[in-house]
């Protein structure tokens, strides 16, 4: 992965060496302020510079070597939208990828944000799927909140929700953020946080 450092006057100036030389535009580059310090002669300004693509080209060397090492073949589709970098697998193991409750999932995403922020030195924004298996999940989840929120509403009795991870708890308290009925609290320690879906007193 290559890093190219630039000096100017102010940050805007050496980001915008970095743009005519590299010929590209700030999208498509991660920037990070090494230096910005001002004497009495001289400002001074120095960035590193990387551009997304290497970075992609990296994420997908790393997760076909993870994967090679799991004995899995699969085919990557990596995407990089705004300042977000987004990896679709696609294999024959989709099982053993999803792990239960996306768990494997869970776990390769924060392996590869982990290698890529300490390679990269700033954190990336990367989300990781399985051919679609977090969009699924989460219209499932949102289906399960507002299944649970018509009964809570309905018997006003409390209902604890299984354990899940804080991406799923979000997903939960986001359904029912609007909800005129019911209202959610987290409860629990991790890794058995839970959420409790709650009647709303009448007013």
């Known amino acids: 992965m290559n890093k190219y450092i630039f000096e100017a006057k102010s940050k805007e100036e050496a980001i915008t060496k970095a743009l005519e030389e590299l010929n590209t535009t700030e999208e498509n580059l991660v920037i990070k302020l090494l230096e910005e310090k001002r ?3 001289k400002k001074i300004a120095k960035i590193e510079v990387i551009k997304y693509n290497d970075i992609t080209s990296y994420l997908k060397t790393i997760i076909n070597n993870i994967l090679k090492e799991m004995g899995i073949e699969a085919n990557l589709e990596i995407k990089k939208r705004e300042d977000k970098i987004s990896v679709e697998i696609f294999s024959d193991n989709n099982s053993i990828l999803i792990g239960k409750n996306g768990k494997n999932i869970q776990a390769l995403q924060l392996l590869l944000r982990q290698i890529l922020n300490n390679k990269v030195g700033k954190q990336i924004n990367l989300t990781v799927d399985v051919e679609n298996y977090r969009e699924k999940r989460d219209k499932n989840l949102e289906f399960l909140a507002k299944k649970v929120a018509r009964e809570v509403s309905r018997t006003k009795v409390e209902t604890k929700l299984d354990s899940m991870n804080s991406y799923e708890r ?12 019911v209202y959610t609290e987290s409860t629990g320690e991790e890794p058995n946080r839970c959420i ?3 009647p709303k007193e009448a007013e």
């Open 39 to 41: 004497t009495l002669l």
């Open 170 to 181: 979000r997903v939960i308290h986001n359904a029912l953020s609007n909800n005129k009925y």
């Open 196 to 198: 409790v879906i709650k």
